[in-house]
């Protein structure tokens, strides 16, 4: 499984940004995957944004994002996370990940496949 993110950037705080994922299956593995997002700053833990189960039908986002990112299921082992009314706070590298059978979202142990990251840059 391959993970690739895009659509990060800078944008000024209040602003928008949306990151799209992909994450490529071979067609002999499993049909299809969970996933999320996570984010880190330099000398900090990697903390979860938001999961998603692979139906889409169950999310999972972090007190501090809620109401302002969405997740969406734009096909299968495809996702976009829309991000409105962006912080400075919000400013750190995100990624991708995939995992075969996530239980817990915010568990990055479960994931088993992850992205390179793109930077999110919100000035004040």
């Known amino acids: 499984v391959t993970v690739v993110e895009s659509g990060g950037g800078s944008v000024q705080a209040g602003g928008s940004l949306r990151l799209s994922c992909v994450a490529s299956v071979t067609p002999s593995e499993y049909d299809d995957v969970d996933m999320g997002w996570f984010r880190q700053v330099p000398g900090k833990e990697r903390e979860v944004v938001v999961g998603?189960?692979?139906?889409?039908?169950?999310t999972d986002y972090i007190d501090s994002v809620k109401g302002r990112f969405v997740i969406t299921k734009d096909a299968k082992n495809t996702v976009s996370l829309q991000m409105n009314s962006l912080k400075p706070e919000d400013t750190a590298m995100y990624y991708c990940?995939?995992?075969?059978?996530?239980?817990?979202?915010?568990?990055?142990?479960?994931?088993?496949?992850w992205g390179q990251g793109t930077q999110v840059t919100v000035s004040s």
């Open positions: 998603m189960t692979r139906t889409g039908e169950r």
């Open positions: 990940a995939a995992g075969e059978d996530v239980n817990n979202f915010a568990r990055s142990e479960e994931y088993e496949y």
